[in-house]
């Protein structure tokens, strides 16, 4: 009976726990009205990469608590991408105009942009899993680009906090989140002998969280210097009103 009890503890734990993780970023950015220093591509990686893994599931039906993290985190991503799209930076590259990645690739103006993007990207996915849905060497592939899409999710912030120098704007409870999260579902993955693709790409994931632990305790949280903060906006307003 305990066993089995831990077994739909931890289930429960995979399904819902990761996906919570950034509510705590997402009320942060709303009460600053502010993204900067979470890197918005965080969302593109996580929900390309679970919507990759819910077409996997059709060719590898693994645990169903695994399916429902997916569909949890593209709900929460696609709220999380809205909110910071709608408080994005005033120097963002899509305010200033000044993107450099080809066609602008997910520093779109408008939400509806990313959104007709992600359309486009599940048409394409049912269209191959429709064609080569049956070859298994298909499904191993896909398998891996799922995995391994979600394991770089760390990068774009760890390239974001190296421009930065300092981790602003990124909460230390999505750190600490990230370090707990990868750390039990690499336990978990192992333990319910989940695909291989899962361990590979989770030992990996866990390696970068580490990386971004440590530029925490290099850079610190101080704020950028094209930054305002609370206090430095009150001066300002004081100020003007002095004039």
């Known amino acids: 009976m305990g066993p089995s009890w831990i077994s739909i503890l931890s289930s429960i734990g995979m399904a ?16 600053k009205k502010d993204s900067t ?7 593109a990686v996580l929900l390309l990469a679970n919507i990759t893994r819910c077409f996997f599931w059709l060719g590898n039906q693994f ?23 709608r ?6 590259p899509e305010t200033l105009g000044t993107s450099a990645r080809p066609f602008a ?20 996915l049912s269209i191959l899993i429709l064609i080569f849905g049956r070859m298994q060497t298909f499904v191993a592939i896909l398998g891996f680009v799922a995995l ?40 978990y993955f192992f333990l319910q002998h989940s695909p291989l693709q899962f361990k590979v790409c989770a ?13 925490r305790l290099i850079y610190g949280n101080a704020p950028p ?11 300002q307003a004081l100020a003007l009103a002095e004039e």
């Open 225 to 235: 210097p094209d930054v305002l903060t609370e206090d430095d906006e009150l001066e």
């Open 37 to 43: 220093g979470f890197s918005r591509d965080i969302c």
């Open 87 to 92: 408080y994005r930076p005033r120097h963002s």
């Open 63 to 85: 645990e169903f608590a695994l399916l429902f993290q997916s569909l949890f985190m593209i709900v929460a991503q696609l709220a999380l991408l809205y909110i910071c799209i």
């Open 148 to 187: 391994g899409l979600e394991s770089t999710l760390p990068i774009p912030q760890l390239i974001n906090n190296y421009k930065q120098k300092t981790l602003y704007g990124f909460r230390m409870s999505t750190l600490v989140g990230w370090v707990g999260g990868d750390s039990f579902k690499t336990i």
């Open 16 to 31: 819902v726990g990761p996906p919570l993780v950034y509510a705590d970023q997402a009320v942060s950015i709303i009460r």
């Open 105 to 124: 690739f997910w520093q779109w103006p408008t939400y509806a942009q990313h959104v007709e993007f992600l359309a486009g990207f599940i048409l394409c």
């Open 203 to 215: 030992i990996f994931q866990l390696s970068i969280d580490f990386i971004i632990v440590a530029q």
